[in-house]
């Protein structure tokens, strides 16, 4: 099994910075991606920014150039930091894992952390 433990979420005012942090652990043989998702009241959980083993990214067209995903793999960790916040990023920051276990090496699941709120306001 796979545990993912976020934290960094908090307050903050338009346009300060925050930093979330995700450790995964357990018994991972292998991540193929680490990601981030939010989801706001109202709207449906979406894609912020994800990194891949490879070290390719992808980010939601909202938080380009605002926000930067990256990883420390010696510690099975993703951050994202996000600055110049706005109050539309206030949501429920979801971690997101896809990783191989040592008993299913070759098969790759889905992990999340329980979330984190963002709240951006003045």
């Known amino acids: 099994q796979v545990q993912l433990v976020e934290s960094g979420g908090g307050l903050v005012q338009p346009g300060g910075s925050l930093r979330l942090s995700c450790a995964a652990s357990g018994s991972i043989f292998r991540i193929y991606a680490m990601g981030w998702y939010r989801q706001a009241p109202g709207k449906q959980r979406e894609l912020v920014a994800i990194?891949?083993?490879?070290?390719?990214?992808n980010y939601a067209d909202s938080v380009k150039g605002r926000f930067t995903i990256s990883r420390d793999n010696a510690k099975n960790t993703v951050y994202l930091q996000m600055n110049s916040l706005k109050p539309e990023d206030t949501a429920v920051y979801f971690c997101?894992?896809?990783?191989?276990?040592?008993?299913?090496?070759?098969?790759?699941?889905?992990?999340w952390g329980q979330g984190t709120q963002v709240t951006v306001s003045s």
């Open positions: 997101n894992v896809a990783a191989s276990t040592r008993v299913t090496p070759t098969s790759a699941g889905n992990y």
């Open positions: 990194i891949t083993s490879g070290g390719n990214t």
